[in-house]
């Protein structure tokens, strides 16, 4: 079994920072790619960021267009944690973040897609 959990989230004012935090735990024996997903009121679940785990690929990241810049995603290996820094946050950015990840578990040959429950950033004076 695998769990993601995430945890960081709050309320803070526009221009403030964040750090979200997502630790997998559990029969891993592999982690690929580690995301942040988020999902504003109304709105559909969108891709933040991503960062690759394993291969030729390792440490390669990728950002949405509208926090290029603002938010980095980071991952320490010894814990199987995920982070994702947050800095000038804005009003638009107000969302339940998820965290995902693609993992081998012990036992299996193929990667699988597991999720966190998901923790709620608010950014409001």
């Known amino acids: 079994q695998v769990q993601l959990v995430e945890s960081g989230g709050g309320l803070v004012q526009p221009g403030e920072s964040l750090r979200l935090s997502c630790a997998a735990s559990?029969?891993?024996?592999?982690?690929?790619?580690m995301f942040w997903y988020r999902q504003g009121p109304g709105q559909e679940r969108e891709l933040v960021a991503r960062i690759t785990t394993i291969g030729p690929s390792n440490g390669s990241t990728f950002y949405a267009d509208s926090v290029k810049g603002r938010f980095t995603i980071s991952v320490d290996y010894g814990k199987n944690t995920a982070y994702l820094q947050m800095y000038s946050l804005e009003p638009e950015d107000t969302a339940v973040y998820y965290c995902?990840?693609?993992?081998?578990?012990?036992?299996?040959?193929?990667?699988?897609?597991?999720w966190g429950q998901g923790t709620q950033v608010t950014v409001s004076s």
């Open positions: 559990g029969n891993i024996f592999s982690i690929a790619d």
């Open positions: 995902s990840a693609r993992i081998r578990t012990y036992g299996k040959f193929d990667f699988k897609t597991y």
